[in-house]
């Protein structure tokens, strides 16, 4: 079992940039991946970034180049920091792990919104 807690989420103007953080309650390092999903209203909930305990990391084609995932096995947090946002990219934000092909442990989410 693993509880995951996000932080970082807010609202900024088209343009700037968050970092979003989630907080493990065990090693990461023991964490096989990690994920950021987005799911904003009325759309799919969509997997935004992942890393590998490895440290390999895929992006939706969407927030290529803009966002960057990132973990810190000493403070057994995930990052995710986000530049360059657009109103699209409004959602809540969930961080996910997962230690087998499924994401079996998710966090509560955060607001994210982007103003135009």
């Known amino acids: 079992q693993v509880q995951l807690v996000e932080s970082g989420g807010g609202l900024v103007q088209a343009g700037g940039s968050l970092r979003l953080s989630c907080a493990a309650s065990?090693?990461?390092?023991?964490?096989?991946?990690m994920g950021w999903f987005r799911q904003a209203p009325g759309k799919q909930r969509e997997l935004v970034a992942a890393?590998?305990?490895?440290?390999?990391?895929n992006y939706a084609v969407s927030v290529k180049g803009r966002f960057t995932i990132s973990r810190d096995n000493a403070k057994n947090t995930a990052y995710l920091q986000m530049n360059s946002l657009k109103p699209e990219d409004t959602a809540v934000y969930y961080c996910?792990?997962?230690?087998?092909?499924?994401?079996?442990?998710w966090g509560q989410g955060t607001q994210v919104t982007v103003s135009s």
């Open positions: 890393i590998t305990s490895g440290g390999s990391t």
């Open positions: 996910a792990a997962r230690e087998d092909s499924v994401y079996r442990y």
């Open positions: 065990r090693r990461t390092s023991s964490i096989y991946a």
